[in-house]
C-alpha cells in the first residue's frame, strides 16, 4: 500500500496511507457505477451504509450487526447521540467528558449543554496517563444523561479500561458513549462485550478511508427505538420516496442517518476494514504493541539524554497505537524531522507524537526515525527553524 520509497511515514494516526486496493475499487466506483450507471447505481449504493457498518462491527468493534451505520463525520455524530442520549434520559441533564479529550468532542458537548441550559461537567486528566477513575466517580450522580469519553487519548495515547468505566457510568444510571476515533483499527474493540450504549468514530486513521471518509456511529440495539436524533433528515424516513408531510423515523440504526451518503468514502471504509480484516485486529494489536514498545525502548536509550520524556503510558496494556514524547523543543524538532524524511506530529504544549499503524509500519521505520531524531537532537539542526507554529493538522 505504501510506497517504499516515500518517506517514514509516522502519523497513520491522523491520516492513514492509501490500500492499492481502494485506489482500484475508487477507479471502479467512479468510472463504472457512477460514471456509466448513473443513478442507475443507487440500487446497489442505497445499502453500503449499514453493510459496511456490520462490516466494521464483525471485524474492529465486537459489534453484531445493525448497530453501526457509516454516516456524517465524528463530530455530526456526536451532536446527533449526545442530543438522542439527552431525551432518553428525562431529568437527568449533566454530561460528563474530560479536559482531555478531543477538542471537537468538547466544543460538541459544550454547545449542546449551552443549547439545551445542561450542565457539562469537566474532569481532570492527566495529559500522560490518561483518565482517572477517582475524578469520573467523583463526578458522577443522579443527575448525570451521558458520559462522553475517549477510548485512546489523542494527546498521549493512554487507553481506557472501556468495560470497567462503562460499568461504573451504568451504575450510576448514566449512558456511556465512546469515541474511538484512535483505536477503531489498531486496538480491538469489543462494544457489545463492553455494555457500551453509543460510540462514534472516523475512519481515515487505522481505517485508511482516506480524507473526510465518512465517520461510524453505534447504538446499541435495545436503545435504538427509543432513541431520536435531532437532525430529522429524509435518510432515515420511513417510506423515504412517499415524500411524506411529516417525519416518521425508521425502526433500527438507519433512524441515525441523515442525508445522502457519502458513496465514494463508504467504500473506502468498506476496503480499509476489508484490508485490517484480513490481517486481523488481534494480530495488529500484537504488532501495534511490538513496535510502541521498541520504539520507547529506543527512546529510553538514545534520547532521554536528548531532554526527551516520555509522555504516554509505559505499561502496554494501558497504551493505544501511538507515543508522545515530550520535548520544550517539540514543534522545531517535528519540522526537522519531516525534513529529515519522517512525517511525525506534533501536539501541544510541548509533544512529539509518533503514531505505528500496524499495517504500514516496519520494526526498521521505528529504528530509523529515532535514529534521525537522535542526530537531529544531538546535532540541534532544528535550532535553525522558525519556532513559529504554522497550521497543524
Ligand atoms: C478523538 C477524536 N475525535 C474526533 C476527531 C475529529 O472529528 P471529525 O472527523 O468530525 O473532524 C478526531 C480527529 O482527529 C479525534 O482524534
Given at each position: 500500500?505504501?510506497?517504499?520509497?516515500?518517506?517514514?511515514?509516522?502519523?497513520?494516526n491522523?491520516?492513514?496511507?492509501?490500500?492499492?486496493?481502494?485506489?482500484?475499487?475508487?477507479?471502479?466506483?467512479?468510472?463504472?457505477e457512477?460514471?456509466?450507471?448513473?443513478?442507475r447505481s443507487w440500487?446497489?449504493?442505497?445499502?453500503?451504509?449499514?453493510?459496511?457498518?456490520?462490516?466494521?462491527?464483525?471485524?474492529?468493534?465486537?459489534?453484531?450487526?445493525?448497530?453501526?451505520?457509516?454516516?456524517?463525520?465524528?463530530?455530526?455524530?456526536?451532536?446527533?447521540?449526545?442530543?438522542?442520549?439527552?431525551?432518553?434520559?428525562p431529568?437527568?441533564?449533566?454530561?460528563?467528558?474530560?479536559?482531555?479529550?478531543?477538542?471537537?468532542?468538547?466544543?460538541?458537548?459544550?454547545?449542546?449543554?449551552?443549547?439545551?441550559?445542561?450542565?457539562?461537567?469537566?474532569?481532570?486528566?492527566?495529559?500522560?496517563?490518561?483518565?482517572?477513575?477517582?475524578?469520573?466517580?467523583?463526578?458522577?450522580?443522579?443527575?448525570?444523561?451521558?458520559?462522553?469519553?475517549?477510548?485512546?487519548?489523542?494527546?498521549?495515547?493512554?487507553?481506557?479500561?472501556?468495560?470497567?468505566?462503562?460499568?461504573?457510568?451504568?451504575?450510576?444510571?448514566?449512558?456511556?458513549?465512546?469515541?474511538?476515533?484512535?483505536?477503531?483499527?489498531?486496538?480491538?474493540?469489543?462494544?457489545?462485550?463492553?455494555g457500551?450504549?453509543?460510540?462514534?468514530?472516523?475512519?481515515?486513521?487505522?481505517?485508511?478511508?482516506?480524507?473526510?471518509?465518512?465517520?461510524?456511529?453505534?447504538?446499541r440495539?435495545?436503545?435504538?427505538?427509543?432513541?431520536?436524533?435531532?437532525?430529522?433528515?429524509?435518510?432515515?424516513?420511513?417510506?423515504?420516496?412517499?415524500?411524506?408531510?411529516?417525519?416518521d423515523?425508521?425502526?433500527?440504526?438507519?433512524?441515525?442517518?441523515?442525508?445522502t451518503?457519502?458513496?465514494?468514502?463508504?467504500?473506502?471504509?468498506?476496503?480499509?476494514?476489508?484490508?485490517?480484516?484480513?490481517?486481523?485486529?488481534?494480530?495488529?494489536?500484537?504488532?501495534?504493541?511490538?513496535?510502541?514498545?521498541?520504539?520507547?525502548?529506543?527512546?529510553?536509550e538514545?534520547?532521554?539524554?536528548?531532554?526527551?520524556?516520555?509522555?504516554?503510558?509505559?505499561?502496554?496494556?494501558?497504551?493505544?497505537?501511538?507515543?508522545?514524547?515530550?520535548?520544550?523543543?517539540?514543534?522545531?524538532?517535528?519540522?526537522?524531522?519531516?525534513?529529515?524524511?519522517?512525517?511525525?506530529?506534533?501536539?501541544?504544549?510541548?509533544?512529539?507524537?509518533?503514531?505505528?499503524?500496524?499495517?504500514?509500519?516496519?520494526?526498521?521505520?521505528?529504528?530509523?526515525?529515532?535514529?534521525?531524531?537522535?542526530?537531529?537532537?544531538?546535532?540541534?539542526?532544528?535550532?535553525?527553524l522558525?519556532?513559529?507554529?504554522?497550521?497543524?493538522?
Open positions: 500500500m505504501w510506497a517504499d520509497d516515500g518517506p517514514i511515514y509516522l502519523d497513520g491522523s491520516l492513514g496511507a492509501l490500500p492499492l486496493a481502494t485506489q482500484a475499487r475508487i477507479a471502479e466506483v467512479v468510472g463504472s457512477w460514471g456509466r450507471g448513473l443513478v440500487g446497489k449504493w442505497v445499502g453500503l451504509p449499514r453493510e459496511v457498518g456490520d462490516l466494521v462491527g464483525e471485524h474492529l468493534t465486537g459489534a453484531a450487526a445493525g448497530q453501526i451505520l457509516v454516516s456524517d463525520s465524528t463530530t455530526v455524530n456526536l451532536f446527533k447521540l449526545v442530543h438522542a442520549a439527552l431525551d432518553a434520559q431529568g437527568r441533564t449533566v454530561l460528563i467528558t474530560d479536559d482531555d479529550n478531543f477538542p471537537t468532542d468538547r466544543y460538541v458537548l459544550q454547545g449542546i449543554a449551552a443549547q439545551r441550559g445542561c450542565e457539562l461537567r469537566m474532569i481532570r486528566t492527566d495529559l500522560d496517563n490518561g483518565l482517572s477513575e477517582e475524578a469520573l466517580l467523583a463526578a458522577l450522580g443522579p443527575d448525570v444523561a451521558l458520559v462522553s469519553l475517549s477510548h485512546v487519548a489523542y494527546r498521549s495515547g493512554a487507553l481506557a479500561d472501556m468495560p470497567r468505566i462503562t460499568g461504573l457510568v451504568h451504575d450510576a444510571g448514566a449512558l456511556m458513549l465512546w469515541d474511538l476515533c484512535h483505536s477503531i483499527g489498531a486496538v480491538p474493540i469489543r462494544l457489545d462485550a463492553s457500551a450504549d453509543l460510540a462514534i468514530g472516523c475512519t481515515y486513521k487505522y481505517v485508511h478511508a482516506g480524507p473526510g471518509a465518512p465517520a461510524i456511529l453505534y447504538v440495539t435495545e436503545l435504538q427505538d427509543r432513541m431520536q436524533q435531532p437532525i430529522w433528515g429524509w435518510f432515515s424516513q420511513n417510506d423515504q420516496f412517499a415524500m411524506g408531510p411529516a417525519y423515523p425508521v425502526p433500527g440504526i438507519e433512524r441515525f442517518g441523515t442525508g451518503p457519502q458513496i465514494i468514502g463508504t467504500v473506502a471504509v468498506q476496503e480499509g476494514t476489508k484490508l485490517l480484516a484480513e490481517a486481523g485486529i488481534d494480530r495488529l494489536r500484537e504488532k501495534g504493541i511490538a513496535l510502541t514498545s521498541y520504539l520507547i525502548r529506543l527512546a529510553d538514545w534520547l532521554t539524554p536528548h531532554g526527551f520524556r516520555l509522555a504516554s503510558p509505559r505499561a502496554d496494556a494501558r497504551r493505544g497505537n501511538h507515543v508522545t514524547l515530550q520535548h520544550p523543543e517539540a514543534w522545531r524538532i517535528n519540522q526537522a524531522l519531516i525534513a529529515a524524511g519522517v512525517i511525525g506530529d506534533y501536539r501541544t504544549p510541548d509533544r512529539l507524537r509518533l503514531g505505528l499503524p500496524p499495517v504500514t509500519t516496519r520494526f526498521s521505520d521505528v529504528w530509523d526515525a529515532l535514529d534521525r531524531l537522535r542526530q537531529i537532537a544531538a546535532d540541534k539542526t532544528y535550532e535553525d522558525s519556532a513559529e507554529l504554522t497550521r497543524v493538522t
